[in-house]
């Protein structure tokens, strides 16, 4: 079984920063593809940013320059740095990972939103 714990979340002003973290424990290794998504009450679940088992990373349209998204595979860990944060970034961020990291793989995993494994989440308030 494969467990995932964000943290990091909290409440900035427009243009500030965070960073997220995901722990990732149990039966995971860096070959995993491992994502970023972001929820709001009413609203369906949209992917932010997704690393493949190669590294290679892909972003939302309204994301791309002022996130990144970083993995270290020998902590099991995935992270999300957040500049310039906007009051459209508000929301619950969720870390995802499945087994399937190709790169075609995980990018429709991450589309379609169905990675097997999920945290809990954390929440992000960006304030105009």
């Known amino acids: 079984q494969v467990q995932l714990l964000e943290s990091g979340g909290g409440s900035v002003q427009t243009g500030g920063s965070l960073k997220l973290s995901c722990v990732a424990s149990?039966?995971?290794?860096?070959?995993?593809?491992m994502s970023w998504f972001r929820e709001n009450d009413g609203e369906e679940r949209v992917g932010v940013a997704a690393?493949?088992?190669?590294?290679?990373?892909t972003y939302a349209e309204s994301v791309k320059g002022r996130f990144v998204i970083s993995r270290d595979g020998k902590k099991n860990t995935l992270s999300l740095q957040m500049n310039n944060l906007e009051p459209a970034d508000t929301g619950t961020y969720y870390c995802?990972?499945?087994?399937?990291?190709?790169?075609?793989?995980?990018?429709?995993?991450?589309?379609?939103?169905?990675?097997?494994?999920w945290g809990q989440g954390t929440q992000v308030t960006v304030s105009s």
């Open positions: 995802a990972a499945d087994a399937r990291g190709r790169g075609d793989d995980c990018n429709a995993l991450a589309q379609a939103r169905t990675l097997r494994h």
């Open positions: 149990g039966f995971i290794d860096s070959s995993y593809c």
């Open positions: 690393v493949d088992r190669d590294g290679r990373q």
